[in-house]
């Protein structure tokens, strides 16, 4: 159950900002709500909505396209403008119940190691769009990933990706429909290919096709660790195949 003192729904970014770098109160940060609102938060936690402070849509800047940070995953999906391996990751996260209320933000801020979704963005050289009482930064989805930290009372704004290049996907589940187990997505960049797996690792991660042998997942009830890595050698080879390249 949890137990949230107060709400805020700021009007701007800079009050959300004001509202998150108070040091005498808990606050969290909601945005569409599907992983805070499942969530056990600390007693006396102060939500801070963003539906009115921080933008949701998608537009074209030359080669890259940006998300809003309160984009929902469906509107992800439906957009023209949305690179295509991307459309078809997003669908897998969860139903279109899910899909209409998470948004790219929380998406990014959350780091589930299953995110499909995730593995695509890192593969199209997300840049997430953070923002504090310090100022606006630009960060490589990657570095976000390896350190929650820099979301201590920050908001994401923005994450913008590079688009062309052509991109593969492979994934093990359960069953067609489960969380995959393993999943592999990748895309041909200036340098080479560019790969990312999910359920190898706390997050998503980049790879190489060198890298893969060393890996150390973490074990579940789904997977060993040395059946985890097997799966994560077998669909890097794959998307490497598929691509005509080594990651
Ligand atoms: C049944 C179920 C199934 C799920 N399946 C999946 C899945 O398959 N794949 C997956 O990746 N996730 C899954 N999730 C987790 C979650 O739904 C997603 O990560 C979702 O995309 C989060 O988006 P949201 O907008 O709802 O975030 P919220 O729940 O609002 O927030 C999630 C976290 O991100 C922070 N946050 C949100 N927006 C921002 C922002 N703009 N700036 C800074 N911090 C922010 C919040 O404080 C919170 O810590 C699932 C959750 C549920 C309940």
Redesign the pocket.
């Known amino acids: 159950m949890n137990r949230i003192s107060s709400y805020h729904r700021p009007a701007t970014l800079d009050e959300a900002i004001v509202l998150l770098a108070r040091t005498d109160v808990t606050t969290?940060?909601?945005?569409?709500?599907?992983?805070?609102?499942?969530?056990d938060l600390p007693a006396n936690t102060e939500v801070v909505d963003?539906q009115a402070a921080?933008a949701a849509g998608i537009s074209r800047d030359g080669d890259r396209v940006g998300f809003g940070?309160?984009t929902r995953?469906q509107d992800l999906i439906d957009h023209d403008d949305t690179p295509p391996l991307l459309t078809a990751l997003a669908k897998?996260?969860?139903p279109n119940t899910?899909r209409n209320?998470?948004?790219v933000?929380?998406?990014?801020?959350?780091g589930?190691p299953?995110?499909e979704?995730?593995a695509g963005l890192l593969v199209h050289e997300a840049l997430v769009t953070v923002a504090d009482s310090s100022g606006s930064r630009d960060l490589a989805l990657e570095d976000l990933l390896a350190d929650f930290s820099v979301?201590d009372r920050?908001?994401?704004?923005t994450v913008t990706v590079a688009i062309g290049g052509a991109t593969a996907a492979e994934r093990t589940g359960r069953t067609p429909a489960d969380?995959s187990i393993v999943a592999a997505a990748g895309r041909i960049v200036a340098t080479g290919l560019r790969i990312a797996l999910t359920g190898v690792a706390a997050t998503p991660v980049l790879v190489s096709v060198d890298s893969v042998s060393s890996l150390d997942p973490p074990a579940d009830f789904r997977g060993t660790s040395e059946y985890r890595r097997q799966l994560a050698e077998v669909l890097v080879r794959r998307v490497a195949d598929q691509l005509g390249g080594s990651a």
């Open positions: 969290t940060v909601l945005a569409g709500g599907t992983a805070v609102n499942t969530t963003l921080v940070a309160m995953l897998r996260e969860g899910l209320v998470s948004t933000g929380g998406t990014v801020a959350e589930d299953e995110s979704l995730l979301l920050a908001v994401v704004t969380t």
